[in-house]
């Protein structure tokens, strides 16, 4: 049951840690330019007026204050920041704790993902790997989203469906079989049907449409109706302990509103990296 275990820690796995975490911090850097495009988008400000482009895939990197174009020695994830002391280095504004915060949390779930990894690293087991690592760059993305926002953008979760179906798609052509695709199938129904009964018994109180659609991309990515069930323990599992002292301290009623969307990304994160051995020795156990 151990993540891992310490004798795989040979000078190869300490290289690609190193490796694995390095990508992880640049796509944390591109995790915080992606939010914070789709925000200006969202809050339908475009950059026009001073002919910086603000598409997600195009235009350069800029400062959010003053827009001035950031140059390489800006934009190394993490210690960037800490050289600046965290302001930027053309209008001296203070540039937020969580550009770094992200970069990092990027870089660790990497190397968690890296590190809980029981397959090879060929064929269509690389595949899944690769596909894994895109899923963290779209859960740390949705999880800043909803976290600062209380919204989980469509911009973000249609492409997590489409990503997700794309896998299925490729495994069962791979295998020439359909026994992932209907194992999929049934837990991606299973979530978002669970989900659109609770959006539609509560008139959208006690989650909000964004969750029943992002329900669907997860379920497919657990990719069964037992590790469903499993990621949505465990996301209800990390809630209640979040909440608990919040609560104690006063800090949040419990009628407040509450982003389900991180617990829901996080649930589904344990389940990607350990969810074969917990149901291995759930059903070891019980049955
Ligand atoms: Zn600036």
Redesign the pocket.
């Known amino acids: 049951m151990a993540p891992f275990s310490i004798y795989k820690l040979s000078d190869t796995i300490i290289t690609m840690i190193i490796v694995i975490l390095l990508y992880g911090l640049i796509c944390g850097s591109f995790v915080n330019a992606l939010v914070w495009r789709l925000r200006q988008q969202g809050k339908g400000q475009r950059a026009k007026d001073k002919g910086q482009s603000l598409s997600i895939l195009r235009g350069r990197s800029m400062?959010p204050?003053?827009r001035?174009t950031l140059a390489a020695r800006d934009l190394v994830p993490v210690l960037s920041w800490l050289s600046l002391r965290g302001r930027?280095r053309?209008?001296q504004?203070p540039i937020s704790v969580q550009y770094p915060l992200v970069e990092l949390l990027t870089g660790l779930l990497f190397v968690v993902f890296y590190l809980g990894w029981t397959l090879s690293l060929s064929g269509l087991h690389l595949i899944w790997f690769l596909y894994g690592l895109v899923y963290v760059v779209f859960f740390v993305a949705l999880a800043v989203y909803d976290f600062k926002w209380f919204l989980l953008p469509d911009k973000l979760v249609f492409p997590l469906i489409g990503v997700a179906a794309s896998q299925v798609l490729v495994t069962s052509l791979w295998q020439q079989s359909l026994g992932v695709l209907w194992m999929s199938a049934v837990g991606a129904g299973l979530y978002f049907g669970l989900f659109w009964g609770l959006y539609q018994a509560s008139d959208g109180k006690w989650i909000g449409g964004g969750d029943v659609k992002l329900a669907l991309a997860l379920g497919l990515i657990a990719g069964s109706p037992l590790k469903v069930m499993l990621a949505l323990f465990i996301a209800s599992l990390i809630g209640t302990l979040v909440s608990i002292p919040q609560i104690a301290g006063g800090k949040h009623g419990l009628k407040q509103h509450i982003p389900f969307g991180p617990y829901l990304l996080a649930g589904t994160f344990v389940v990607m990296v350990w969810g074969e051995r917990l149901v291995n020795w759930y059903t070891g156990q019980f049955l």
């Open positions: 400062c204050d003053c001035h930027c053309y209008c504004k």
